[in-house]
């Protein structure tokens, strides 16, 4: 039966993130945030009017529709078990898992669990990206042969980089595992599975742990192939909240998505986003929605885990390219998970 509103929600972790979701959780209407969860109590007052610092007290005590998880990787498997054991549906922050191990053993409780879990992945759902896969579909340019997504964002540099996120200093795997994840998935929506990746990749400010310069080469089911190109070192020019722009060439003709969002054909101009305000085209609120419509319905999320469990095996294989300098097949690393 569809639920009636209100929907009593709750959030664990209120860090930068945490405040995106929160703030488009409280302009959807018929949602409650009421109850919010945080190692510094402070933030977690800030955010709902029951405070906790500990996830287990607050879905124990609360009477929840669903928990936001809004944490950092290493922390989500402990916390998705706990929400699962009082049955309560979850949405997750990318990265699904701080390893493919990890990840793999999400993937199996939710199945043996029969929870509701779905990652909160919200770069498909930028209003550009679902624009331009009704274009692609369409046919507007014939059948596709290539792309590229450019990765541009100017906050990688100096000796205090990622301000708003400062663990990311120290993330051993950094670029491809919090930042190119998403273009990753957002091909994967526009254009298929995905069956190898080749990668190369390099630190470039010597004041971090991980990766900061990356290129991912995808190669979809049918043949088609593209590439991923990312760094933070750069705003994109022209400006806009897109993180960069994408080049998508078919048998007839190229399509663009500027930074701006604009999508253009040649020299026409198809697409303008109506949407200004908002992460990114208000895409962290499309993402909130679809989970809420979502379990309304009784649908299937689009990143349930089992949906978005290959994007996050896509860039496993990049960095098993990486250590390799070989092409990476998912089929053989899915199967070398299974067989530990």
């Known amino acids: 039966m569809p639920k009636s509103v209100p929907w009593r929600g709750a959030i664990i972790g209120c860090g930068f ?3 995106i979701q929160l703030e488009a959780w409280l302009r959807i209407p018929g949602v409650q945030m009421v109850a919010a ?7 977690a007052e800030q ?31 402990e916390l998705i078990q706990v929400a699962l054991r009082y049955k309560l549906p979850v949405i997750c922050q990318k990265p699904l898992a701080e390893s493919l191990s990890q990840a793999a053993e999400i993937k199996e409780m939710v199945k043996t669990a029969g929870g509701r879990v779905m990652i909160h992945e919200n770069w498909r759902w930028q209003p550009w990206y679902r624009e331009l ?13 290539t792309y590229t997504f450019r990765i541009r964002q100017r906050d990688g540099l100096g000796l205090e980089p990622y301000p708003n996120q400062p663990y990311f200093r120290t993330m051993p795997r950094l ?6 994840i998403h273009p990753i998935d957002t091909a994967r929506f526009l254009f298929g599975e995905i069956e190898t990746v080749f990668a190369h990749a390099r630190r470039y400010n010597p004041g971090i742990q991980g990766e900061d310069r990356a290129i991912v080469v995808l190669s979809h089911r049918g043949g088609l192939d593209g590439i991923v190109d990312g760094h933070r070192f750069l705003d994109p020019d022209p400006p806009g909240p897109a993180m960069g722009d994408t080049v998508v060439e078919g048998e007839e003709g190229s399509l663009r998505v500027l930074a701006t969002g604009e999508i253009w054909l040649g020299g026409e101009r198809l697409y303008f986003p109506s949407q200004q305000s908002g992460y990114r085209g208000d895409s962290v609120l499309a993402t909130q929605q679809h989970f809420l419509n979502c379990l309304q319905t009784g649908d299937e999320f689009e990143t349930s885990v089992e949906n978005y469990f290959p994007s996050f095996l896509a860039t496993e294989a990049a960095y098993q390219s990486i250590s390799t300098g070989c092409r990476t097949s998912l089929n053989d690393l ?4 299974l067989r530990r």
């Open 334 to 337: 899915s199967l070398k998970t």
């Open 133 to 145: 896969q009704k274009l692609l579909s369409s046919g507007r340019i014939g059948a596709p042969i």
């Open 47 to 77: 955010a709902a009017p029951c405070a906790y610092t500990d996830p287990e007290r607050m879905l124990s005590e609360q009477k929840l529709d669903f928990v936001d998880i809004a944490t950092q990787p290493n922390t989500h498997l």
């Open 175 to 180: 670029l491809i595992f919090e930042t190119l």
């Open 37 to 43: 969860c945080d190692a510094i109590r402070s933030r």
């Open 17 to 19: 993130f945490g405040r």
